[in-house]
């Protein structure tokens, strides 16, 4: 026993590697007899006693008592064992305490490294199983390391997670220590260790945001059908609800948008649209394509595409910046959607805008404080003295110069 000091390294295995008690004892039993195979030759005729509590084991050898010695490991002479205790009959069995001395330095090191190894098989083992179980959950951690092209987590364990730089949103920029929230994506056994990998470009992403933000997603009153985003500019969210008393959009957006404010902070101010879910492919674009007003629609199926006809004003608007509005409303209805021009002539500068146009760059609550004072236009917002918006739109003052900037400036261009 002398060297092992087992009862400080079962305290360890115990308490730091979260092994149980069967497991630890099958594995220390099957180093034992590892080792005793190549001393012995084999170890069937080894007894091996271990207690766990006290950190404390005991090696007995088996030899049946014989005239003459053919097999060393598990005979021994009469005459050999009368010269120990003289009760002992040939054909009885005669037990012998092994002591750890026995095995020699290298036999003891060998234990050691064995234990070492088989222990550590265990915890990967462990480690893999239990982020296997939590793909596509949320994980906070802490930043150990930031690598151009990866970032190393520590979970609260201690356990190591990477968050490569194509999962991640592209402002993102972390620094040792600093906390980050991302989704679980992938778990796999790469060269025998767990590689853990994270995300915050998924959808899945976005949408466990949602569930920790609105209660009525986490209790299934309200069904998220579909996430599509393209990460740090926009992102569309269709949801459904089974309670038609609760309107999943206004609840999603919370008051004053109290809800969706956290997760678009978290997403690096990635603009989030919410739209009704509906299996009428016709309204679902229509809706995707929100704030655009389409003139006609006409439907494919076999080619699995829309031809959608726009008033010349409401192209920008269909498209988006950089294509992304329909880029995602394509993603989102699984069609391919074509954009046809229907009218060559161009809005004058003193045509009025609709307040809905200006969604990329005013938060979709403030657009509704807006239109509930009866300012559906630009030019009605821009009517208003900066104390008039505040006093009836609920709005900081700050607030309410932006917007009077945002739409003052649509009339420069």
């Not at 260790?193 to 976005?206: A, C, D, H, N, Y």
Request: charged share 35%; glycine share 6%.
């Amino acid at each position: 026993m002398e060297g092992l000091n087992l009862s400080s390294t079962y305290s360890e295995f115990k308490e730091l590697k979260n092994i149980d008690r069967p497991t630890l004892m099958s594995v220390l039993e099957d180093v034992f007899r590892t080792q005793l195979a190549r001393m012995y030759g084999d170890a069937d005729n080894f007894d091996i006693i271990i207690n766990i509590d006290k950190g404390d084991f005991e090696i007995w050898r088996n030899r049946t008592v014989v005239e003459t010695v053919e097999d060393p490991n598990k005979e021994i002479s009469i005459e050999e064992v009368k010269n120990i205790d003289d009760s002992y009959e040939i054909g009885e069995e005669y037990p012998e305490e092994i002591n750890l001395s026995s095995f020699g330095r290298r036999g003891i090191l060998n234990l050691r490294q064995n234990l070492s190894s088989r222990i550590m098989d265990i915890e990967k083992a462990n480690l893999y199983n239990k982020y296997k179980e939590k793909v596509g959950e949320i994980l906070v951690g802490e930043v150990y390391q930031a690598w151009k092209k990866e970032v190393l987590v520590m979970d609260e364990e201690g356990n190591e997670l990477v968050l490569p730089k194509t999962e991640q949103i592209p402002s993102d920029f972390f620094r040792k220590g600093d906390t980050v929230k991302a989704v679980i994506l992938n778990v796999e056994m790469k060269n025998n260790t767990p590689l853990i990998t994270l995300s915050r470009t998924s959808g899945k992403f976005l949408e466990r945001l949602f569930e920790q933000e609105v209660p009525e997603i986490f209790d299934g009153l309200i069904t998220i059908k579909k996430v599509v985003r393209i990460p740090g500019e926009r992102a569309k969210v269709a949801v459904e609800s089974y309670d038609e008393r609760i309107d999943p959009v206004g609840a999603c957006v919370g008051v004053k948008g109290s809800r969706i404010h956290g997760i678009v902070r978290e997403l690096r101010n990635e603009n989030i649209d919410i739209i009704n879910w509906t299996s009428n492919t016709q309204l679902l674009v229509q809706r995707a394509l929100s704030p655009a007003k389409i003139s006609s629609m006409t439907i494919s199926e076999e080619n699995k595409s829309i031809r959608v006809d726009l008033q010349l004003s409401e192209l920008s608007l269909a498209i988006g910046k950089n294509g992304s509005n329909i880029h995602l409303a394509e993603e989102l209805s699984g069609y391919k959607i074509e954009v046809y021009r229907i009218d060559d002539t161009v809005r004058e500068e003193e045509e009025d805008v609709l307040i809905e146009s200006f969604s990329d760059e005013i938060d979709e609550w403030i657009i509704e404080a807006l239109k509930g004072i009866g300012c559906d236009t630009a030019k009605s917002v821009l009517a208003l003295p900066v104390e008039e918006i505040m006093r009836r739109a609920d709005l900081e003052e700050e607030t309410a110069q932006e917007i009077k900037r945002i739409l003052k400036e649509e009339f420069e261009k």
